[in-house]
């Protein structure tokens, strides 16, 4: 059974940067995909980012494209997903979440293992 804990989030300014973290335990971290997911108050939850799991491949969500990147530290059994430029509409509850394979790795469902979420805000 894999644990999963985020940190990191917190109240910012638009246009600010926020760094998330997510702690792994109970299972073997670097044989995972791992994925950010975010779900903003009245709307479903929704895909973020992907790492592949050795790093070597990422995706992104066209929303966050550009501003986000995702990383990994398989040392240190964590996940990183650094946020710059964040706008109000980043505001949202921010789930880590572990899986084996990669084949779509955009769906939440393919997902087995998820942390409690870290709230992140974005004032304007």
């Known amino acids: 059974q894999v644990q999963l804990v985020e940190s990191g989030g917190g109240l910012v300014q638009a246009g600010g940067s926020l760094r998330l973290s997510c702690a792994a335990s109970g299972g073997t971290f670097s044989s995972y995909t791992m994925g950010w997911f975010r779900q903003a108050p009245g709307k479903e939850r929704e895909f973020v980012a992907a790492?592949?799991?050795?790093?070597?491949?990422?995706n992104y969500a066209d929303s966050v494209k550009g501003r986000f990147t995702i990383s990994r530290d398989n040392a240190e059994n964590t996940v990183y997903l650094q946020m710059n430029s964040l706008k109000p509409e980043d505001t949202a509850v921010y789930y880590c979440?572990?899986?084996?394979?990669?084949?779509?790795?955009?769906?939440?469902?393919?997902?087995?293992?998820w942390g409690q979420g870290t709230q992140v805000t974005v004032s304007s």
């Open positions: 979440a572990a899986r084996g394979g990669s084949v779509s790795y955009y769906l939440q469902q393919k997902y087995n293992y």
């Open positions: 790492i592949s799991w050795r790093g070597g491949s990422t």
